[in-house]
C-alpha cells in the first residue's frame, strides 16, 4: 500500500484503487460520476438538486470542501481507479469534532460498475486507517438504513460495532429512514 497523506491532503493506494482528497479541479469527475449512478443511488441518498449533478454546481462545493480539509474539519474523498483514473465511488467525513470527543460520522457511495469487487472494503480500510493514525479520531460513527445488507457486511468486515437503532433517523429518497447507528474505537489513540 502507497500512502503519501499529510494533515490536509489524504493520498493512499491498495492495489488499483486510489483514495484520495477531492480537489476543485474534480468538478467533472465527481458530476460524471453521480449522473452515471444517479438511478443506483436513488435509494440510499436525499433527493439531490440540479445543481448536485452539474460540473459547475460541484466546481463550488469543492472550492468550500477544500476549506474544510485545510482547516481539518471535513474530507471529501474519492476512490479511484488507478488504471483508467475513473471514479469508483466517495468516502466523507463530516461533523470532525476535536477535543474532547475527537469523532466524525463516515459517509460513503460506490458506483454500480464496483460492487462486489471488495472495493469499498478496502477503500474504507484506507480511509479508517487515515483517520485513526494521521487525524487522531477515536470514534468514528456510520448510520446504515436495515434494508442495506451490503453497507451493513462492509461495516461489519471493518469492526463496527452496532450500537443503537434511530427511528425516522435521515430524510432518502423523500422518506424517513430508519438507521442502525454503529461505531468503531480507535484502539490506539493517544492524547496529544
Known amino acids: 500500500m502507497e500512502r503519501v497523506s499529510t494533515p490536509q491532503q489524504v493520498f493512499e493506494q491498495d492495489g488499483d484503487i486510489i483514495l484520495r482528497t477531492a480537489e476543485p479541479t474534480d468538478g467533472q469527475l465527481i458530476s460524471d460520476y453521480f449522473i452515471a449512478n444517479r438511478d443506483h443511488l436513488r435509494e440510499w441518498e436525499p433527493i439531490r438538486e440540479e445543481a448536485f449533478f452539474s460540473a459547475s454546481g460541484w466546481t463550488q462545493r469543492l472550492i468550500k470542501l477544500n476549506e474544510l480539509h485545510r ?3 471535513g474530507y471529501y474523498l474519492l476512490i479511484i481507479d488507478a488504471q483508467s483514473q475513473g471514479m469508483l465511488g466517495t468516502v466523507s467525513f463530516s461533523n470532525l469534532s476535536r ?3 475527537h469523532a466524525c ?3 460513503y457511495s460506490l458506483s454500480q460498475a464496483a460492487e462486489g469487487r471488495g472495493v469499498m472494503t478496502r477503500a474504507l480500510k484506507m480511509a479508517v486507517n487515515y483517520m485513526f493514525s494521521i487525524q487522531n479520531l477515536h470514534r468514528i460513527m456510520a448510520g446504515y438504513m436495515p434494508r442495506n445488507k451490503r453497507s451493513e457486511a462492509v461495516l461489519e468486515r471493518l469492526g463496527f460495532v452496532r450500537e443503537g437503532f434511530a427511528k425516522d433517523y435521515l430524510l432518502i429518497n423523500g422518506q424517513w429512514e430508519d438507521h442502525n447507528l454503529t461505531a468503531l474505537i480507535n484502539p490506539k489513540w493517544k492524547a496529544d
Do not use: A, K, V
Open 71 to 73: 482547516m481539518g474539519l
Open 105 to 107: 460520522n463516515l459517509g
Open 99 to 101: 477535543f474532547p470527543f
